[in-house]
């Protein structure tokens, strides 16, 4: 069985070598030694038709990746859905004022809320990750999307430039291969 | 979870409804900015939404901030 070991890497390297590796591996092992590392791995590879078992020794985790979903049985199940994914890259909307633009974003969350129709994924990048961190004025209303299902990623490059990484407040920490991912899978993207 | 009874404030401009906001934060009221809902106006415009029993305190507190606002409707959201 393949090992990968990706101790010591940063991200997204331990992704990077876990997705080399499964493109000739149904059954491979991913080494590494820091929390979000597994999570980043496990996320990935749930989401490409895995089996995840972790298991940890010492500082070390192990990964166990089983494929349990055949390659091709994805994208044909993506066809019978409207996936739309929605693209936040600012804490504001638009340019211009950025008082007024602060005012639309939070206007536009809300009606995203209240809105039929929701997005799959709402994606927080640059300063958009403002808006998922503690003290956000759009807390309540990302939470209650949260609750109704939709995925909200929050770009960890991003909060830890802005030293926010121990303040999200509402979705999870994701890194650029889970938004490609995220914005590949989509049949429609709503760039903000 | 049982019915809320909001107070919608509307205003002429979106400067006031940001006046208005920081005036009442500032004073401790539990208020939100919002869309204008469509029921209330065909603008596209901006209100900021407090407790329907603040009213009263929320009229107090923009006059006395000096804050002009076009009227305040009562919303009900069924939850």
Sequence with gaps: MKVVDARGQACPQPVILARQAMADSNELTVIVDNETAEMNVSRMAEKAGYRVASQRKDQDIFIHLTRVVEAQAKPLQAC?????????????????SDELGAVLVRGFLHALDEAESRPASLIFMNSGVRLVVQGSKVLDDLRSLSEKGVEILACGTCLDFYALKGRLAVGQVSNMYSIVEALSRADRVLSL | MPDTDYAVVLFHSTQAAIKAERVLLRQGFSVKMIPTPRQLSSSCGTAVRCLWEDEGSVRAALKAGGVEWEGIHRLTVRR
């Design chain 1, 80 to 96: 019978a859905t409207d996936e739309w994914v929605v693209l936040v890259t600012s804490e504001v909307l638009g340019r211009g």
